[in-house]
Nanobody, 114 residues
């Protein structure tokens, strides 16, 4: 099964977007969930993660601007992105953490215009 992210789009610098990803409960429950992003030609990087107790981690580049959360009842993980910068432009993916290759979906494109 591939995990599908949604909520991306085109936004101006300083704007906000909220990404979401719903996973089957057998994947979601008990696993640390995470958001990753990839710029063409570069490796896919971890952006943020959240465990089942809502303990979070963030990449330094997004601390204070992004917030990851999860709804265990709905098996959904969110990424609230505020104060977006052009360097946040990427395809964003959700997966477990550490990632499991079969779960990679197509991601959702986030484009921040300057």
């Amino acid at each position: 099964v591939q995990l599908q992210a949604s909520g991306g789009g085109l936004v101006q610098t300083g704007g906000s977007l909220r990404l979401s990803c719903t996973a089957p409960s057998y994947i979601f429950s008990g696993n640390r969930m995470a958001w990753y992003r990839q710029i063409p030609g570069k490796q896919r990087d971890l952006v943020a993660s959240v465990d089942r107790f809502s303990v979070t981690t963030y990449a330094d580049s997004v601390k204070g601007r992004f917030a990851i959360s999860r709804n265990n009842a709905q098996s959904t993980v969110y990424l609230q992105m505020n104060s977006l910068k052009p360097e946040d432009t990427a395809v964003y993916y959700c997966n477990v953490n550490p990632p499991y290759d079969p779960y990679w979906g197509q991601g959702t494109q986030v484009t921040v215009s300057s």
